[in-house]
C-alpha cells in the first residue's frame, strides 16, 4: 500500500512538472505573458532612413511588418508574427517580441509584405529564405504595379536588453516615364500618334535572405504598360514599379509600338542611370544611389523625322543631353 502510495505521489510530482514546463513554455508565445524571463529584453525599432532624404520615413511608408525568427545556432526557423499598421503605432513602432523565446536569433524583417504581390517562397531555414514577387505568368510578366516593399534584418541574442534599431531598404523603383509630343498639329491629325507598349525587364523577381538577388529565379521580370495619346494630348505618362536594382544588372527599358512592333527606343537603364550619375558628380557608390534613390522620372520626346516617327531618351531624373533615337512607325 506504501508502495502504491510512493508510486502515486511520484507520479503526480512528474505530472506537476510536465505541467509548469508545458504552461512555461506557452507562457513564451503568450502575448500576455509579461515573464520577463520568457520573451526577448530587447525591443526592435524599425527605421527607414536608407533614402536620399536621410530622414526616418518608415511611419509614413510602411503599414505592414512580417518578422520571421531563426536560430543562430542552425539557422533553424523558429516563428514569424505578423504586425498591422495598429499593432505597429500601439507598439510606438519599438516592438517587444512576446511571441519569441528568448534566444539567439537572425531576425529578417519584410515590410509592406502583401500576399496579393509578393509570397515567402521558403523560410525552413535562414539561407533558403526567399521572397517572390508574383507575376501573371511563368515567364515573368508583371503588368499591375505591386506595393512597395522593404528588407531589413537583425541579430538579436538573449543577453540583448537596450533596444536595437533595424534598418530598412525599399527594395522597389518608380519608374515615371513621360513621352512629349513634338511632332507638328498638322502630324498629329493627319497621321496619328502610334499605340505605344513600354517595357522594362529585370532579373531581380526573388530576393534571398542577405537581400540579394536569387540567380536560380530564372524568370526575367517584365514589367509592362499599354499607352495610346488621345486626339488633344501633348504627353503621355505611365509608372512601373520595379524590384530592386544594382548596377550591372541588365535591366533594360524599350518603347514599341503595340500594333507594328517596331522598336522606337531601347535603352540599358541602370547602366545609364550609372553614366549620367558620374557625369553629374555624384558622391555615392552607386549602388548605394540605386539603393537609396527609389523614384526616376525619364523624359522621351516623340517627333516625326524624315516621314517617320522617332523617340528620343532626353532626360533621367532632370539630368540632359540623351539623344538616342532608333527606328521609325
Given at each position: 500500500?506504501?508502495?502504491k502510495?510512493?508510486?502515486s505521489?511520484?507520479?503526480?510530482r512528474?505530472l506537476?512538472?510536465?505541467?509548469?514546463m508545458?504552461?512555461?513554455?506557452?507562457?513564451?508565445v503568450t502575448?500576455?505573458?509579461?515573464?520577463d524571463?520568457c520573451f526577448?529584453l530587447?525591443k526592435l525599432?524599425?527605421e527607414y532612413?536608407?533614402?536620399?532624404?536621410?530622414?526616418?520615413l518608415?511611419?509614413e511608408?510602411?503599414?505592414?511588418?512580417?518578422?520571421?525568427?531563426?536560430d543562430?545556432?542552425?539557422?533553424?526557423?523558429?516563428?514569424?508574427h505578423?504586425?498591422?499598421?495598429a499593432?505597429?503605432i500601439?507598439?510606438?513602432y519599438?516592438?517587444?517580441?512576446k511571441w519569441?523565446?528568448q534566444?539567439?536569433y537572425?531576425?529578417?524583417?519584410y515590410?509592406?509584405?502583401?500576399?496579393n504581390?509578393?509570397?515567402?517562397?521558403?523560410?525552413?531555414y535562414?539561407t533558403?529564405a526567399?521572397?517572390?514577387?508574383?507575376s501573371?505568368?511563368?515567364?515573368g510578366?508583371?503588368?499591375t504595379n505591386p506595393c512597395?516593399?522593404?528588407y531589413?534584418?537583425?541579430?538579436l541574442a538573449k543577453a540583448?536588453t537596450d533596444?536595437k534599431i533595424v534598418?530598412?531598404?525599399k527594395?522597389?523603383?518608380d519608374?515615371?516615364i513621360?513621352?512629349?509630343?513634338?511632332a507638328?498639329?498638322?502630324?498629329r491629325w493627319e497621321e496619328?500618334?502610334?499605340?505605344l507598349?513600354v517595357?522594362?525587364?529585370?532579373?531581380?523577381?526573388?530576393?534571398?535572405h542577405d537581400n540579394?538577388?536569387d540567380a536560380?529565379?530564372?524568370?526575367t521580370?517584365t514589367h509592362?504598360s499599354?499607352?495610346?495619346f488621345?486626339q488633344?494630348?501633348?504627353?503621355?505618362?505611365?509608372t512601373l514599379r520595379v524590384?530592386?536594382?544594382?548596377s550591372g544588372d541588365?535591366s533594360?527599358?524599350?518603347i514599341?509600338?503595340?500594333?507594328s512592333?517596331?522598336?522606337?527606343?531601347?535603352e540599358?537603364?541602370?547602366?545609364?542611370?550609372a553614366?549620367l550619375y558620374?557625369?553629374?558628380?555624384g558622391t555615392?557608390?552607386?549602388n548605394?544611389y540605386?539603393?537609396r534613390?527609389d523614384?526616376?522620372d525619364?523624359?522621351?520626346d516623340l517627333a516625326?523625322?524624315?516621314g517617320?516617327?522617332?523617340?528620343m531618351?532626353?532626360?533621367?531624373?532632370?539630368?540632359?543631353?540623351i539623344e538616342?533615337?532608333?527606328?521609325?512607325?
Amino acid at each position: 500500500m506504501k508502495l502504491k502510495y510512493l508510486a502515486s505521489r511520484n507520479m503526480r510530482r512528474t505530472l506537476w512538472a510536465a505541467a509548469v514546463m508545458l504552461l512555461s513554455l506557452q507562457g513564451c508565445v503568450t502575448i500576455d505573458d509579461n515573464t520577463d524571463d520568457c520573451f526577448p529584453l530587447a525591443k526592435l525599432r524599425f527605421e527607414y532612413t536608407y533614402n536620399m532624404e536621410y530622414t526616418d520615413l518608415f511611419r509614413e511608408q510602411v503599414e505592414s511588418l512580417d518578422l520571421y525568427a531563426y536560430d543562430k545556432l542552425d539557422g533553424a526557423f523558429v516563428a514569424s508574427h505578423h504586425y498591422t499598421q495598429a499593432d505597429l503605432i500601439k507598439e510606438d513602432y519599438a516592438l517587444t517580441l512576446k511571441w519569441l523565446r528568448q534566444g539567439d536569433y537572425y531576425i529578417i524583417a519584410y515590410g509592406n509584405m502583401d500576399n496579393n504581390y509578393y509570397y515567402c517562397a521558403d523560410h525552413g531555414y535562414f539561407t533558403q529564405a526567399r521572397v517572390k514577387m508574383l507575376s501573371d505568368d511563368a515567364l515573368g510578366t508583371v503588368a499591375t504595379n505591386p506595393c512597395h516593399f522593404f528588407y531589413g534584418f537583425v541579430e538579436l541574442a538573449k543577453a540583448d536588453t537596450d533596444e536595437k534599431i533595424v534598418s530598412m531598404i525599399k527594395d522597389t523603383n518608380d519608374i515615371n516615364i513621360t513621352i512629349r509630343d513634338k511632332a507638328t498639329r498638322a502630324t498629329r491629325w493627319e497621321e496619328g500618334l502610334p499605340a505605344l507598349t513600354v517595357k522594362l525587364t529585370l532579373p531581380n523577381g526573388t530576393i534571398k535572405h542577405d537581400n540579394s538577388i536569387d540567380a536560380a529565379d530564372t524568370r526575367t521580370m517584365t514589367h509592362i504598360s499599354l499607352k495610346s495619346f488621345d486626339q488633344y494630348a501633348t504627353s503621355l505618362k505611365t509608372t512601373l514599379r520595379v524590384g530592386r536594382m544594382f548596377s550591372g544588372d541588365g535591366s533594360k527599358i524599350k518603347i514599341t509600338g503595340t500594333n507594328s512592333g517596331t522598336e522606337f527606343a531601347t535603352e540599358n537603364l541602370t547602366a545609364k542611370i550609372a553614366e549620367l550619375y558620374a557625369e553629374n558628380n555624384g558622391t555615392l557608390p552607386i549602388n548605394e544611389y540605386l539603393d537609396r534613390q527609389d523614384t526616376y522620372d525619364l523624359v522621351y520626346d516623340l517627333a516625326m523625322e524624315n516621314g517617320v516617327y522617332v523617340i528620343m531618351l532626353v532626360e533621367i531624373n532632370g539630368w540632359k543631353g540623351i539623344e538616342n533615337p532608333i527606328g521609325g512607325l
